[in-house]
Each structure stands twice: as structure tokens, then as C-alpha cells.
């Protein structure tokens, strides 16, 4: 019998956690606290958050686009290497391939880590307007705006040269302008007025690249990043003579932002308290917090080796606390005259919906030292 968790349904097609995933094999880095993830699709419930986000920015194409864009929001977040890095161009040597930045389900198997993953098949599918949202899987560190996995809107635009002829620009001055423009009528519509700037950037798929940030609980916060699509992607995907502008927005950080939802854990609930706020299924409501319940912060020195890296650390106490860790800050980092570096991590431990005792917490603090210093090979100090 397969356990519950292992059997997804994604796209009508039935996958088994042992289909992809062979036992111990050492080119899999996908926990089960993730794999039991997938399917989830968050993103598809009407009554959720990113539900009504994902449907407010189709009310956007559909009303200044009409009948243009199409929509995806059910492609397979399994995907091979190729399809996540090589087809949008990301370089052999970029960090974002690392075992420590990716989950791979094998060697040339990932969980998408963006909703890029689906252009250049859309591309060579001949879809000139397209929205695609999706589950997305990152290794990272852990605080109130990250989390391992996220979803992503990924929206193409496609020009042909009747479209900028008529115009003073060039292809790419053309789809940039009209890129903004896009997506500054987007934050209009689900903001009204808000504070945005735009800062230049780089990604591998796109030139120009900018990314927009807004003003939120009294700091810059990324939402989105976006730009003119390399010709060489389209080249690849048999497409020549258009030029096209993309964007790939993170549903969580505008609907904290939208929804006052303090926290990104939240998103993941499936306490009442917090479901049952969204039951409408439309924009306005504003989050009410049914209480914050107090934090506790327990500290973790040690001497740490060569291979060490701060995902590793994240990725064993989320293990170990699931959802009950808040942050993990690095708060003191030294090297001693023999060249040995100690670092001194503050785990904050607090529930979204309940208090924890102090036991509860010890507990958990003693199982992460244990497995920081059997699974990571560092000293504890
Ligand atoms: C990308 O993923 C690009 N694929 C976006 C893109 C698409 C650029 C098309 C150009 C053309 P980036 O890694 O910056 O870019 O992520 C995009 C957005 O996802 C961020 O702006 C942020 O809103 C969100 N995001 C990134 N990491 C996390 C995380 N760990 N938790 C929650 N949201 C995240
Ligand atoms: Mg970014």
C-alpha cells in the first residue's frame, strides 16, 4: 500500500512518491516534509488567499486583454533540468543549479524552482499570451517573507514587428514600455495607490531585466521580477522575427501585502480561525490575527566545516519544527587564531495558533542540536 502523502494527482495524471524517487539514492534532496507538498496547489483553492490573488490578476488580463491571455495554473511542478535551467538560458555554473539551492528529485529531475520552467515549451507551442501559476521549490533560509516552497505567476506577452513598427522604438524599447505599463496597471488594480520603484537587475532569460519592489510593513519588499526575453529563447523554441516581454511574481509577497498577512507559514494553515477568513473568496478582506502568540529563542553556537551552508542548517530544523520555526539569524560569526569559524544561529520558535510550552520547545531544541551535529558535522560549542 502507498502512504496517502506519496500519491499525487496533478494534471489528471497520477504519480507515485517511488516513481521518481528511488531509495537512497544520493542524487535526491527532496524531504518528505516537502514531497507531501506537491498536489497541494494552494493556488487552486477559490476560497484562499492565492486562490483570489490568481484570480484578480486573470480579471486584469481578461479586462484590459480581452480574451488574449491564456492560463495554466495546473502544468507539473516536476520538471527536468533542462526544461528549469538549460531552455531559459541559466549558465552551467550558476549557484541557483546547486544541490543546495535546488530540491532535484535525481540528476536531471528538479522540482521547478520557477515558473520559467514552462516558457519555452509554451514558446515552441506557439502561445503568444500566457499566464501560468504554479507550486515553486527553493532551498532557503527561514523568516517571515521565505519559505521553501512558494507559488509563482508567470506572465508572456508576445510582439510582432507590425506591433512596434508604427512606433519611434526598436522590439525591445517597445515590449520594455509596454511591460511597465502592464505591470504597473497591474499593482494599480490590486493596490489602488501604493509605493513602487522599479530597480534594475539581472536574469539569464531576459535583457532588460528590472524587478519591482513595494513599500510594506516599513520596508522595500520584492514582488516580482521581470524583462525582455532573450532572442536566443525564442530562436531555440523556433520563433523569430517577435520579440516578448516576461514577468514571474510571487503570489505570497503580494498577498501579504493585500491580505495583511503577517506571515508566509500562514498560507499553509488549516486552522479555522484562519480559513475561515477568506471564505468570500474575494479581495478587500483585511486579515485579523486571532492572537500572537509569544515567541521563545534559543541559540546554537559551534564550529562550523568547509561544507557547511546556512540552507542545510534551515533545512533541519524546518524538518525537525515544521512550521513552528519563525527565523533563523545568524547572529554572531567569528574566526579564531587557529582559522576555525564558529557561528552562532538564534532559532525563533512560535506558533501561528497556539502557545508552545517551554517542554515542547526543549524538545525540539535538543532533537535540532543532535541532528545539526550528527547530519552537518559541525562542533557544537
Ligand atoms: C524568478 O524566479 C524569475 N523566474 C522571475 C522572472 C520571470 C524574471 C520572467 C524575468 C522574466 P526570483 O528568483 O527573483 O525570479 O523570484 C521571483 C519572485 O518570487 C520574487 O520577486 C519574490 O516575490 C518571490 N520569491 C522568491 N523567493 C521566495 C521565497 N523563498 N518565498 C516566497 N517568495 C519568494
Ligand atoms: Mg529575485
Given at each position: 500500500v502507498v502512504p496517502l502523502a506519496a500519491l499525487l494527482q496533478i494534471g489528471g495524471v497520477q504519480i507515485a512518491k517511488d516513481d521518481v524517487v528511488k531509495e537512497n539514492?544520493?542524487?535526491n534532496n527532496v524531504p518528505d516534509s516537502i514531497f507531501a507538498k506537491l498536489g497541494?496547489?494552494?493556488?487552486?483553492?477559490?476560497?484562499?488567499?492565492?486562490?483570489?490573488?490568481?484570480?484578480?490578476?486573470?480579471?486584469?488580463?481578461?479586462?484590459?486583454?480581452?480574451?488574449?491571455?491564456?492560463?495554466?495554473?495546473?502544468?507539473?511542478?516536476?520538471?527536468?533540468?533542462?526544461?528549469?535551467?538549460?531552455?531559459?538560458?541559466?549558465?552551467?555554473?550558476h549557484v541557483s543549479r546547486s544541490y543546495n539551492d535546488t530540491y532535484y528529485v535525481n540528476s536531471d529531475t528538479v522540482l521547478r524552482?520557477?515558473?520559467?520552467?514552462?516558457?519555452?515549451?509554451?514558446?515552441?507551442?506557439?502561445h503568444t499570451h500566457f499566464l501560468v501559476t504554479g507550486d515553486v521549490y527553493r532551498r532557503d533560509s527561514i523568516d517571515g517573507t521565505h519559505y521553501p516552497v512558494?507559488?509563482?505567476?508567470?506572465?508572456?506577452?508576445?510582439?510582432?514587428?507590425?506591433?512596434?513598427?508604427?512606433?519611434?522604438?526598436?522590439?525591445?524599447?517597445?515590449?520594455?514600455?509596454?511591460?511597465?505599463?502592464?505591470l504597473e496597471g497591474l499593482a494599480k488594480h490590486l493596490f489602488g495607490a501604493v509605493e513602487m520603484r522599479w530597480v534594475d537587475t539581472y536574469f539569464p532569460f531576459t535583457n532588460p531585466s528590472y524587478e519591482l519592489e513595494i513599500f510594506f510593513q516599513g520596508k522595500w519588499l520584492e514582488v516580482l521580477g521581470c524583462g525582455v526575453t532573450e532572442q536566443a529563447i525564442l530562436h531555440a523554441s523556433g520563433r523569430t522575427d517577435i520579440v516578448a516581454?516576461?514577468?514571474?511574481?510571487?503570489?505570497?509577497?503580494?498577498?501579504?501585502?493585500?491580505f495583511d498577512i503577517p506571515d508566509i507559514?500562514?498560507?499553509?494553515?488549516?486552522?479555522?480561525?484562519?480559513?475561515?477568513?477568506?471564505?468570500?473568496?474575494?479581495?478587500?478582506?483585511?486579515?485579523?490575527?486571532?492572537?500572537?502568540?509569544p515567541p521563545c529563542y534559543k541559540d546554537m553556537s559551534f564550529w562550523i566545516n568547509d561544507g557547511f551552508t546556512e540552507n542545510n542548517l534551515?533545512?533541519?530544523?524546518?524538518?525537525?519544527?515544521g512550521d513552528l520555526v519563525e527565523e533563523?539569524?545568524?547572529?554572531?560569526?567569528?574566526?579564531?587564531?587557529?582559522?576555525?569559524?564558529?557561528?552562532?544561529?538564534?532559532?525563533?520558535?512560535?506558533?501561528?495558533?497556539?502557545?508552545?510550552?517551554?517542554?515542547?520547545?526543549?524538545?525540539?531544541?535538543?532533537?535540532?542540536?543532535?541532528?545539526?551535529q550528527n547530519k552537518l558535522n559541525v562542533v557544537l560549542r
Open positions: 539514492d544520493p542524487t497541494m496547489q494552494l493556488h487552486r483553492r477559490e476560497n484562499h488567499p492565492l486562490g483570489i490573488l490568481k484570480k484578480t490578476i486573470y480579471d486584469y488580463f481578461d479586462v484590459n486583454f480581452p480574451g488574449k491571455f491564456e492560463k495554466f495554473d495546473d502544468l507539473c511542478p516536476i520538471v527536468t533540468v533542462k526544461q528549469n535551467f538549460d531552455d531559459v538560458l541559466v549558465p552551467p555554473d524552482c520557477h515558473t520559467s520552467a514552462h516558457q519555452a515549451e509554451l514558446f515552441r507551442n506557439g512558494f507559488h509563482q505567476m508567470e506572465g508572456v506577452r508576445v510582439f510582432s514587428p507590425e506591433d512596434w513598427s508604427g512606433s519611434d522604438m526598436d522590439g525591445t524599447e517597445y515590449a520594455a514600455a509596454d511591460l511597465k505599463r502592464s516581454w516576461a514577468f514571474g511574481l510571487g503570489l505570497e509577497r503580494l498577498a501579504m501585502v493585500l507559514r500562514l498560507f499553509w494553515s488549516s486552522d479555522e480561525r484562519f480559513t475561515s477568513q477568506f471564505s468570500e473568496g474575494k479581495l478587500g478582506v483585511k486579515f485579523k490575527p486571532f492572537s500572537k502568540f534551515c533545512e533541519i530544523v524546518r524538518g525537525i519544527a533563523v539569524t545568524l547572529i554572531d560569526n567569528f574566526t579564531n587564531k587557529k582559522g576555525m569559524t564558529s557561528h552562532c544561529y538564534r532559532i525563533t520558535y512560535r506558533s501561528m495558533e497556539r502557545s508552545l510550552t517551554d517542554d515542547e520547545i526543549n524538545e525540539l531544541q535538543e532533537q535540532v542540536r543532535e541532528a545539526v
